[in-house]
């Protein structure tokens, strides 16, 4: 797979993992008094955090686990992770601007 395409579905994919974390968070606040009294930049920072997390720590754990994937040679880990990264604060604006137009 060429660079840019494993560039674009990690940014896709990131995006996507972050705006489920939000929906996740916004159910569970139904649930849990201390997220419900959130302020959205409070919010907006916990969904960032747990993307982050989320798209940097699981798949470097999941590495440890599987054997390597015959494709990912010749792709530096620094612009996959800046890829990752540049999904989640996609994907934070995505679920920040789909919060104010609802």
């Known amino acids: 797979m060429a660079y840019p395409d494993r560039w674009k579905i990690h940014l896709l994919g990131s995006s996507l993992a972050t705006c489920w974390i939000d ?12 997220l ?19 798209t940097l720590a699981l798949p470097m754990l999941a590495a440890c686990v599987r054997p390597r994937w015959p494709f ?10 800046r890829g990752r990264l540049l999904g989640v604060a996609l994907g934070v604006v995505l679920s920040l601007l789909f919060r104010v137009s609802n």
């Open 23 to 34: 929906l996740a968070l916004t159910h569970a606040a139904c649930r849990q008094p201390w």
């Open 36 to 54: 419900a009294q959130l302020t959205p930049a409070a919010h907006a920072a916990l969904v960032g955090g747990l993307g982050a997390l989320a």
């Open 72 to 81: 990912e040679g010749g792709v530096s880990t620094a612009s996959l992770a």
